[in-house]
């Protein structure tokens, strides 16, 4: 039996589909973790649908909780090839959820959490027809031990814009990886804007939920109603 995802889904407040926003959570976490952000987000987004697959591994080291890939951090190339096993999984999902609301890679955005971060860039910038932004959360670009280039040239040619957020006392990733990360994508070409929150640590705050859904609006482009972002 095919292994697939799954995972809670918040329809558009508009009814009708009009572009897809997938959340991938962190290590340890689930789709519940996430599919919050939709609620605060639908004012900015009235036409987009949420989803937020659980990753198909458990947890070892959280009971109930589940990971895109296992971190021992015993391994240097550990993240290079959980990023790697999880990719087709996730474009066979990201395929399957277009398909079942009618829409294409255009309007399509992947936003991460930490390990989902991860999953997101790698995923996102290698698939056949590039999303319509990629929004990650405290994480990091993953490369292979020693590889001098982390990001291969878009296959379509087109490179999806990225927004990076990361608060500036993260202890977890530490925010030199939002800078690494940015300056990595910059030289591979992809247009890439980063957001520091100062005082946060490994989480997501108000000023980074608001940066994030302004950034998805415009990369939908979607106009913001008067007012709707100082309500977030």
Request: proline share 8%; charged share 15%.
């Amino acid at each position: 039996m095919a292994v697939t995802l799954d995972g809670p889904r918040l329809a558009a407040k508009s009814r009708t589909a009009e572009q897809l926003v997938v959340f991938l959570h962190g290590y340890g976490a689930n789709g519940n973790d996430l599919i919050a952000i939709g609620q605060q987000w639908r004012a900015l987004l009235p036409g987009a649908a949420f989803v937020a697959p659980n990753a198909v591994e458990p947890c070892g080291q959280v009971p109930g909780g589940r990971q895109w890939f296992r971190l021992t951090m015993r391994d240097p190339n550990e993240r290079w090839i959980g990023v790697n096993k999880a990719a087709p999984l996730l474009d066979a999902f990201l395929d399957a959820e277009l398909d079942r609301q009618g829409l294409d890679n255009s309007r399509l955005a992947l936003v991460g959490f930490s390990q989902g971060t991860m999953l997101a860039l790698h995923a996102g910038l290698r698939r056949a027809r590039p999303p319509a932004a990629i929004l990650g959360y405290s994480g990091e670009l993953v490369a292979a031990e020693n590889q001098p280039q982390a990001v291969p040239p878009s296959p379509s040619g087109k490179s999806p814009p990225v927004l990076l957020v990361h608060g500036s006392e993260d202890d977890v990733i530490p925010a030199e990886a939002l800078f690494l990360s940015a300056a990595e994508l910059a030289q591979a070409g992809f247009p890439c804007q980063w957001h520091l929150s100062i005082g946060l640590g490994h989480g997501i705050d108000g000023e980074g939920l608001l940066h994030g859904g302004l950034f998805l609006a415009k990369c939908f482009g979607v106009k913001p109603a008067a007012g709707v972002s100082a309500r977030l």
